[in-house]
């Protein structure tokens, strides 16, 4: 009766476990924590959004049982919105789901389509659920590169014809987390024509389609017309409108895999609390001002984030889009790989990142810097970290925090 439960032993410790710790450990001893590690958006909700929410909840009919799937007002605003933003036409009936938002969405479509030891292609360095979802519902998980381009497109043709069995699913990811890689339309068919002659199905996280930055707005992989035939997107509430803690988000796309989700959701939950249902469709029916300034506030941050760290020593790449920005280790710290070099950044500086390894093995040089925090605050965490490069001067190997000479 000792031994772990087959699915735990199939899950390592979350690596953020890791640092957590040492975050509660310092602020109880007094230590001001810069917290650039969870991507836990720290805007307010919009007052419209709140205000629908608030005025819901007084009618005591909202406060029965909902509708796993999503009361049809908002899954019809979700289908207006992919009709306004993507030109994509879908049915509210058919081709949408809401979900407690995209995290449940994916672990869910997992349990839905997976059979032991069926094979998924994913991206890695990717959000965890992209891999552990799967692992989960006892699936077998292929690495991709993660950079849209024409080494994924040569990797997606050589993993199809070296796995046995052949893929079921392919993972898609863009505006990436943790990367910040934006894919184009051009790819997109690439990648869709190849799946649909290959019979694999295609599950896109679009949780980002709102933060970018530079150039056109991230484009649907369903804005290819034969992705219909194989393809489900996942899209978030979450950051487009600071409502991370309202736990809603949408699944939609071709049917066979919404209706596999939908049956899977009956028996597990009732759906959102009815009154976030209804505000969410006030988000998504209401003005786009408030996320055109929840775009602009990251921008900002994202610039001030770039600019003071650069001068504090460390160049961090300019994210196009997302509200994170995947970092290299300094030099001076790449064999202590992200893990040990985020727990010394909070030890000595005070200032809390999440490692890249996170995100898979391929992201063990890299950490991920959230914009979750001020402009003032970014500046100060700037400052900390010049006076912490300043004493680990490029030359020479940084000890590992507990690790003696």
């Not at 064999?335 to 992201?363: C, Q, R, W």
Request: with cysteine; net charge neutral; hydrophobic share 40%.
């Amino acid at each position: 009766m000792s031994q772990d439960f087959h699915r735990i032993k199939r899950l390592p410790p979350y690596v953020f476990e890791h640092i957590n710790p040492i975050k509660a450990k310092a602020r109880a001893q007094g230590v001001d924590i810069i917290d650039l590690g969870m991507g836990n958006p720290d805007l307010p909700t919009p007052q419209h959004i709140v205000d629908k929410l608030t005025e819901t909840i007084k009618d005591p009919r909202t406060h029965r049982y909902s509708a796993s799937k999503g009361i049809p007002g908002l899954r019809k605003a979700q289908a207006s919105y992919y009709g306004r933003r993507f030109g994509v036409k879908l049915n509210p009936d058919t081709q949408v789901v809401a979900t407690l938002g995209s995290k449940e969405g994916f672990a869910n479509m997992a349990q839905a389509i997976t059979a032991p030891g069926d094979v998924v292609l994913v991206p890695n360095p990717t959000y965890p659920i992209h891999s552990f979802g799967f692992i989960m519902s006892g699936g077998v998980v292929r690495s991709m590169p993660a950079e849209p381009n024409e080494d994924f497109l040569r990797a997606l043709d050589r993993a199809v014809r070296h796995s046995i069995p052949k893929p079921i699913a392919l993972i898609l990811n863009y505006p990436s987390n943790p990367t910040a890689y934006v894919a184009d339309l051009d790819f997109y068919k690439e990648v869709v024509d190849y799946c649909r002659e290959q019979e694999i199905f295609i599950l896109s996280d679009l949780a980002y389609s709102e933060v970018y930055f530079e150039g056109d707005p991230p484009p649907s992989i369903l804005q290819i017309p034969e992705a219909m035939d194989i393809a489900v997107e996942f899209t978030s509430m979450s950051k487009t409108y600071s409502m991370p803690g309202w736990r809603m988000g949408f699944a939609v796309g071709n049917e066979r895999l919404i209706a596999a989700l939908a049956r899977v959701k009956s028996y597990l939950d009732y759906g959102a609390f009815t009154p976030i249902q209804v505000a969410a469709a006030a988000a998504l029916n209401g003005p786009d001002e408030c996320v055109s300034e929840v775009r602009k506030i990251y921008k900002s941050r994202r610039d001030v984030m770039v600019e003071s760290f650069g001068r504090a020593g460390w160049d961090i790449p300019s994210p196009p889009a997302t509200m994170f920005a995947w970092a290299p280790i300094p030099d001076q710290f790449a064999h202590l790989g992200s893990l040990e070099f985020a727990k010394l950044l909070i030890a000595e500086t005070g200032v809390a990142v999440a490692p890249g390894v996170g995100f898979g093995e391929y992201g063990d040089q890299y950490v991920r810097l959230a914009l979750v925090e001020n402009e003032q605050r970014i500046r100060q965490a700037a400052r900390a970290v010049k006076k912490f490069l300043a004493q680990h001067p490029s030359h020479g190997n940084v000890v590992p925090l507990g690790k003696k000479v």
